[in-house]
Structures are given as C-alpha cells and as structure tokens.
C-alpha cells in the first residue's frame, strides 16, 4: 500500500514538472515554467500520500510539495579578478609637418664681388619657409651687398635681396624666400658685394639662417619656390641696383 501511494505521488510530481521524490527526503525542483504545487499527506515517519478530497487521515499532516519557497539572500561579492597584461604599444604615427632648422655665423666673413656662402642648411625632403638676417660691416656709404639662396647648383636672383650700406655699417638686412624639394639638400645662404670705388670693402659679422617646414605653401603664383622654373636663371645688373 505504501508503495502504490509513493508511486502516486512520483507521478503527480513528474506531471507537475517536479524533477524527483524520495521517500524520507522531499526534494523539489522546478523546471522551465511554474510548477503546479501537489498536496500530498505525511506521517510522523515522512511517509507520503496523495491527499485525496476528504483530506489527511489521523495521525497524518498536510504538506504541499513542488511550491517554490522565498527568494534566498543575496550572497557576498566575490573577490576582484587579477588585472590583464598591458597591451602591447601602437606604431609609431607620422612626423608632423613643422620642424625648424638653424645655422649661425658669430665670425666675420669679407665678402668679395663674387657669390659667397655666409651660411648652409642640409635640408630633407619638403616645403620650407626661408628667412635669414645679417649684420655687418663696410668702408664707403654708397657701396651695396646683395644676398639670396642659391640650392642645387641654381641661385634664386628673384629673392635678391640689395642692402643699402651705411658709414657705420648695416645690421638688420632680412633675405626671405621659400623652397619645395623632393630629394632634400643643402641650401646656401649667398652674398655679393658691389664696391662702387676700388679699394671698398664688406663684412658680414653675424647672420642667423633658419629653414622652417611647413605641410603645404600657398602663394600667389608670381613667383616660383627656390629652385622653381620660373626663376630668373641669370644674375641682374647689379652694378645699377645701387
């Protein structure tokens, strides 16, 4: 007779999606979806039997099997985890567009009536803006000394840059001009001094030459980047320009 109850009440749980009953020991669990409770009888010993519609006999108690029960605390925080190793390094990104190369002369330098270098710059690959300021020293007032950049064997006459000279001397003179190379090189600072009586004579006591390199040079088309096609390809009358 036990044996017939046990097996009732295996099979009401399994319909009501309760995975197991054991005799002595209750367990329910709930599979997909909510289980339907089943109402069964237990005596003092825990044994089971259905309860039928006239309820538990004597000496017998009601127990509701396959209900789900309170929702338990909440359990304590689990240690951190250890950190993860470093990612390894990015390449390297490009060079920006801006760097700025400096020459100086400190001694004084005679400059002839003939193309001579004050100052040079070895220059990589790009576009660059040019600019130098000299000072120096001279004998007759109305003597004049012409600067500008020569690069790759060909001087830049549109930039020439005439200096009026004075009995005490020049300082301030400013040569500008702009370059666009592809292979890079070197570029010269160049001066020329036009003594109008013989015997006249010209020095450069300090010039500071610095090539800044920019992304891009913008201009307005009248006149060519050191170098550039449309230069003029031979030196001016200087001997007029004074």
Do not use: W
């Not at 789900?68 to 240690?79: E, I, K």
């Amino acid at each position: 007779m036990q044996e017939k109850n046990r097996r009732a009440i295996v099979a009401a749980l399994a319909s009501a999606s309760v995975a197991t009953l054991a005799v002595g020991s209750v367990t329910a669990v709930q599979a997909a979806g909510t289980p339907k409770p089943v109402k069964a009888c237990a005596d003092k010993n825990q044994n089971l039997k259905l309860k039928g519609k006239t309820g538990c006999p004597a000496g017998t108690h009601s127990v509701t099997l396959g209900q789900q029960g309170p929702r338990g605390l909440q359990g304590v925080a689990g240690t951190n985890g250890t950190n993860g190793t470093n990612g390894t390094n990015g390449t390297p990104g490009q060079r920006g567009p801006s760097d700025v190369y400096v020459a100086h002369r400190t001694s004084s330098l005679a400059i002839p009536a003939a193309d001579t270098t004050v100052a040079s710059l070895t220059l990589p690959a790009g576009s660059y803006v040019l600019s130098s300021s000299l000072a120096g020293t001279e004998t007759a007032a109305d003597d004049r000394l012409y600067c500008f950049y020569s690069f790759a064997g060909r001087s830049d006459y549109d930039a020439l840059l005439p200096m009026a000279l004075t009995s005490t001397g020049f300082a301030g003179g400013t040569v500008t001009d702009t370059l666009v190379t592809a292979a890079g090189g070197t570029v010269n600072l160049q001066c020329y001094f036009y003594a109008t009586t013989t015997g006249d004579t010209a020095a450069i006591s300090s010039a500071a030459f610095t090539a800044t390199q920019v992304g891009t040079l913008h201009g307005d088309g009248t006149h060519d980047s050191l170098g550039g096609a449309n230069q003029a390809a031979t030196q001016p009358n200087r001997t007029h320009e004074h």
